[in-house]
Nanobody
Framework: QVQLVESGGGLAQAGGSLRLSCAASGSIFNLNHMGWYRQAPGKQRELVASITTGITNYADSMKGRFTISRDNAKIDLQMNSLKPEDTAVYYC?????????WGQGTQVTVSS
């Protein structure tokens, strides 16, 4: 079993920055994928950014603004040039076949 604990998030103004962190604990030895997803009210959960076996992947709307990094069992998401449409609950995700784990979510609110 893997536990994911998220930190960071909160309120930012448009154009500002926030940093999210996610720390994994438990059976982390085979986690080949870690990433961030988000869900805005009334919308489906979507990929923000991920690292899979060392390869990073970003949703198109996040490219150039967000940066994901991983240090063993911890991943960070640096979010710059925030926009009001970035407002959502952000979830940490980790996968190690055949299991998948989610954090509890952290709210990010960007005011215009």
């Amino acid at each position: 079993q893997v536990q994911l604990v998220e930190s960071g998030g909160g309120l930012a103004q448009a154009g500002g920055s926030l940093r999210l962190s996610c720390a994994a604990s438990g059976s982390i030895f085979n986690l080949n994928h870690m990433g961030w997803y988000r869900q805005a009210p009334g919308k489906q959960r979507e990929l923000v950014a991920s690292i899979t076996t060392g390869i990073t992947n970003y949703a198109d709307s996040m490219k150039g603004r967000f940066t994901i990094s991983r240090d063993n069992a911890k991943i960070d998401l640096q979010m710059n040039s925030l926009k009001p449409e970035d407002t959502a609950v952000y979830y940490c995700n980790a996968r190690g076949w055949p299991k998948e784990f989610w954090g509890q979510g952290t709210q990010v609110t960007v005011s215009s």
